[in-house]
């Protein structure tokens, strides 16, 4: 199967019409859930698909090894080009390395500002067009509303997609039937998409809802669901 | 004879800069070797005594291993320095291969840096069990714990700590042993600067208690019996050396120790670590192939009364004239005994025997098994098994890589030309991955290496050690050409001009081989015969296959072998008189040629997996260097007050790369690189290098 078909058939095409028409550039948008459902694998996979229509994207990562990382855009891909047998995957994946760039960032409590002025200098001298920036694991349910601001300012500054996947720290939270935690709510104004993921035993599939979107106040499912055994969005 | 059980080879290992020769130099000189420290940069130009040679002296670096003989307490340690620049690496992993155990150096500050991975991948490779020792604890940012964790997270170690530090930075003071819970303070005896024990601060009970349970967990999850005693609460010294020491040989653990080689501060117990954690001789399996038996593995055990085999694995010409240094795997050998060299199938005696240490040497009557020594005067190469005559073994071949660079070089005079032939000569069997040829077409002496260090390192000593002055022309990267799309053939060989002729038609097809997934070897070249009804007798087939072959070796857009590439036959044409091997020859090479055009030739160059570290106000500085060389930026990690970039650039860019580092970054950012695999030349620059390509072709033949 060819590039352009495997696009087209890909399950983050319902995944961006439920949310009519994918996140959109300058917003910020969220995969909210427990620790251990599959939060990296989902956003890789939302990385990875980027990757196959030519987009760039930046992963941040707030881990001691960049290798995990890497090791998560192999399977991924792995996965994603097996199901379809994409044809010449081997270097098919090896020109989309060079749209992507794993920034990790191993010391503790570093500063959003930081962050941004890494990512901006990465931008702007290593000359590298993100269309998209992941963050991975990053503490968002104990930054502060100057810290969204920032980043969302951000967003529209460079105009790009921000997602991030987000897990509550304190062990005393509360989640919703979709698998939000209380902790996450006050932040809802700030952010443009939320989605929550939250497992399933009968049906034995991680479900995904959209929390919050711009174009609907109600929570709806999205149509798309996580497979628990490969990890991948599927229908 | 020494036994056995009271000796030890090891090595050192670790990243460029980590203070090996420095730690290295302490060793001795706390063995009674030397009497007094020289510094590897020190200020009176005596040099430290194991960077024997000149060059070395001069840059501060260490190149070739040398192998050095040291007494602790008892156990004979044979020590082999070994280089930490990555253009060295074949040095580190042919002493690796004679290594029974190592201790990898790790800097306090910068941790695990792309060397020590690379090292620690070869360890991996050779099943050599290691101790780490965290140097430098007294410079300024020093973190042992840090690069504890490094070394779990990054290399995948189970690395435990046995010491915790007292104080740190300038406030170093020693270490506490969490085995027998003292504290040791490195100040003691007339010169202050001998081993003394003392009760631990009381201000670090609580932490070394609480770092002890740590290690007391971490080391009975491989030993049942610790685990039984911890249970018991019956855990005694010895029973926890000896269960740290099982886990370490079976690569289960890494006992992490520290210190400051520079401060003289943690080597003493450095050493009783080697004793008490690294293997003897005899605790470890060595395998040879049996070389008469389709090379079955058989296992040499360290017995000294079987008959010898032995492995050179280093040469060098020193100013006693040729020295080469040997390990016996197996039974001893003795002055005057006969042995076998199973490459060249020729045999010897055993001359002059002796013992190196750092820069002088002690004649010996016998070597045992498990020991380190060297010979003079055998004519060898580096990595030649010797053995008793009635043997057909070699020890398993050594992993060589390719070189990546090569370099045209002209000696000035007729005398610099014969010292240079001298030179290349020795090079060439000291250094696998060196080589030198003279190009048939310019006529130019070419050498290869791995690095623009490794080469100009090898100029430096042709100059001074064979006084062969010779001029260089520009750095040359090895390029490689592949085809991007199958394409068919169908050419006839035909030539009539009296006498017989030659006839052969070959038909079929060229096509690209699939990227290999990562990981896996590249493959150069496949032949694939499709011919049916015998249209090419079977005789002709191999003619085809040679042809094909010898068209590969040289691409027809910049002369460099082609990669990745099948040949199919699946049709042609013979004549019972005028057809021959070498006319089907002929006719697969035209073919090839013919369909290589059409095929979407591209050239190849060599990509190097680059690291960059500088401090992170110059983070920019370093993306804008590597994107204006063509790079591509993999990852970048910020850690305090560093930045640390990966990416993948083509060699070709990274010529001068050291200097304009140099420059953008005052002198605080450094680099490593080493090859990571062929990647396609965009089309400007493909272009540029055909039309050099043609031009230096024309300059050639006039």
């Known amino acids: ?235 | 004879m020494a036994d056995l059980q009271h000796m030890r080879n090891i090595g050192i290992s670790a990243h460029i800069d980590s203070g090996k020769t420095t730690l290295t130099e302490r060793i001795l000189y706390y063995c009674n070797k030397i009497h007094e420290i020289h510094e590897v940069r020190g200020k009176d130009g005596v040099g430290a005594t194991m960077d024997s040679m000149e060059l070395e002296r001069e840059r501060g670096i260490t190149i070739a291993s040398a192998a050095t003989n040291v007494t602790w307490k008892d156990t004979e340690i044979n020590i082999i320095d070994t280089p930490g620049h990555v253009d060295f690496t074949i040095e580190v992993e042919r002493s690796l291969r004679v290594l029974d155990g190592a201790v990898l150096v790790l800097c306090s500050v910068a941790g695990v840096q792309s060397q020590s991975i690379t090292v620690d991948r070869q360890m991996k490779r050779y099943h050599v069990p290691r101790i780490a020792f965290v140097n430098k604890c007294d410079r300024t940012g020093a973190n042992p714990y840090r690069v504890q964790k490094q070394l779990v997270e990054k290399l995948g170690l189970n690395a435990v700590l046995l010491q915790i530090p007292i104080g740190l930075e300038d406030k170093l003071e020693g270490v506490v042993d969490l085995i027998t819970m003292k504290a040791l303070y490195f100040d003691g005896g007339e010169s202050m600067d001998q081993m003394r024990e003392a009760e631990i601060p009381a201000e670090l009970l609580a932490e070394a208690q609480a770092k002890r349970e740590i290690m007391l967990d971490s080391v009975s999850m491989c030993s049942d019996e610790l685990m039984e005693a911890m249970l018991e609460d019956t855990v005694t010294e010895d029973l926890l050396r000896t269960a740290i020491r099982k886990a370490t040989i079976a690569l289960e653990l890494v006992p992490v120790l520290m210190g400051s080689a520079y401060k003289n501060k943690g080597i003493q117990a450095l050493l009783n670590g080697v004793l008490s954690y690294l293997p003897n001789p005899g605790e470890v399996t060595n395998k040879a192939l049996d070389l008469d038996n389709n090379e079955k593995e058989v296992i040499l055990p360290s017995d000294e009364n079987l008959p010898p085999v032995v492995l050179a694995f280093k040469l060098e010409d020193g100013q006693y004239g040729q020295l080469t240094y040997i390990r016996v795997y197996q039974g001893k050998i003795k002055k005057g005994d006969e042995l076998y060299n199973t490459r060249s199938h020729k045999k010897f005696r055993v001359g002059r025997l002796i013992r190196m240490h750092a820069a002088d040497m002690e004649d010996l009557n016998e070597a045992g098994c498990g020991e380190i020594a060297a010979l003079f005067g055998i004519e060898c190469a580096s990595g030649d098994t010797f053995c008793d005559p009635k043997f057909n073994y070699s020890l398993s071949s050594m992993f060589v890589p390719t070189p990546v660079i090569s370099l045209a070089i002209k000696p000035v005079d007729k005398k610099a030309a014969d010292n240079m032939g001298k030179a290349l000569n020795r090079f060439t069997k000291e250094d696998p991955t060196f080589r030198s040829f003279v190009d048939p077409e310019s006529n130019q002496t070419i050498i290869q290496g791995m690095g623009e260090l490794h080469l100009e390192v090898y100029v430096e000593r042709m100059k001074r050690e064979y006084k062969a002055e010779v001029e260089i022309g520009q750095p040359e990267v090895a390029y490689r050409e592949a085809i991007t799309q199958r394409a068919d053939f169908n050419y006839t060989h035909k030539k009539q001009t009296g006498g017989s002729g030659q006839y052969a038609r070959v038909a079929g097809y060229i096509e690209p081989l699939p990227d290999p997934v990562e990981g896996e070897e590249v493959k150069e070249y496949i032949f694939t015969d499709e011919i049916k009804g015998g249209s090419i007798p079977t005789e002709y087939i191999p003619s085809c296959d040679k042809g094909f072959q010898m068209a590969i070796k040289k691409g027809s857009q910049v002369g460099f072998p082609v990669l990745g590439i099948r040949c199919v036959v699946n049709d042609g044409a013979w004549h019972p008189v005028d057809s021959s091997d070498q006319a089907f020859q002929t006719a697969a090479l035209n073919a090839f040629r013919e369909a290589f055009e059409k095929a979407k030739p591209v050239i190849l160059e060599p990509i190097m997996k680059v690291e960059v570290v500088a401090p992170t106000e110059f983070q920019g500085s370093l993306f804008a260097s590597i994107n204006q060389r063509r790079g591509i930026i993999i990852s970048s990690t910020e850690d305090h007050a560093m930045c640390t970039v990966y990416a993948d650039v083509p060699l070709s860019e990274m010529f001068g790369y050291s200097t304009s580092l140099r420059s953008l970054t005052q002198g605080k950012g450094e680099f490593t690189m080493e090859i990571s695999k062929y990647g396609r030349v965009p089309m400007g620059v493909s272009e540029q290098l055909k039309k050099d390509y043609i031009e230096k072709r024309k300059k050639d033949q006039k």
């Not at chain 1, 009519?20 to 969220?30: A, I, K, P, Q, S």
């Not at chain 1, 987009?55 to 890497?70: A, D, K, M, Y």
């Not at chain 1, 060079?98 to 001298?125: A, C, G, Y």
């Not at chain 1, 067009?129 to 601001?149: H, M, P, Q, R, S």
């Open chain 1, 1 to 235: 199967m060819e590039i352009q078909e495997l696009n087209d058939l890909s399950p983050l095409r319902v995944f961006d019409d439920s949310l009519g028409g994918g996140l959109g550039r300058g917003n910020l948008g969220v995969l909210v859930s427990r620790h251990g459902v599959g939060k990296t694998a989902c956003l890789v996979h939302l990385a990875t698909d980027k990757l196959l229509r030519s987009e760039h994207v930046i992963h941040v990562s707030f881990s001691g090894n960049v290798e995990h990382v890497i090791n998560w855009y192999k399977e991924v891909f792995r996965e994603v080009s097996n199901g379809r047998s994409l044809d010449d995957a081997a270097s098919v994946y090896n020109n989309i390395l060079s749209n992507r760039v794993v920034m990790n960032f191993s010391q503790e409590n570093v500063t959003i500002d930081k962050v941004l002025s890494s990512l901006e200098t990465l931008i702007k001298h290593g000359s590298f067009k993100a269309d998209a920036i992941l963050f991975d694991g990053y503490k968002l349910t104990v930054a502060t509303e100057d810290d969204v601001k920032k980043i969302k300012q951000f967003a529209l500054d460079m105009n790009l997609e921000v997602w991030f996947s987000v897990s509550p720290v304190r062990a005393d939270v509360v989640y919703d039937k979709y698998g939000v935690p209380n902790t996450m709510m006050k932040y809802v104004n700030l952010i443009d998409v939320l989605i929550g993921l939250i497992y399933n035993e009968e049906r034995d599939k991680v479900i995904m809802t959209i929390v919050k979107s711009p174009n609907s106040a109600f929570e709806k499912p999205m149509g798309v669901n996580l497979d628990p055994k490969t990890m991948l969005i599927s229908k």
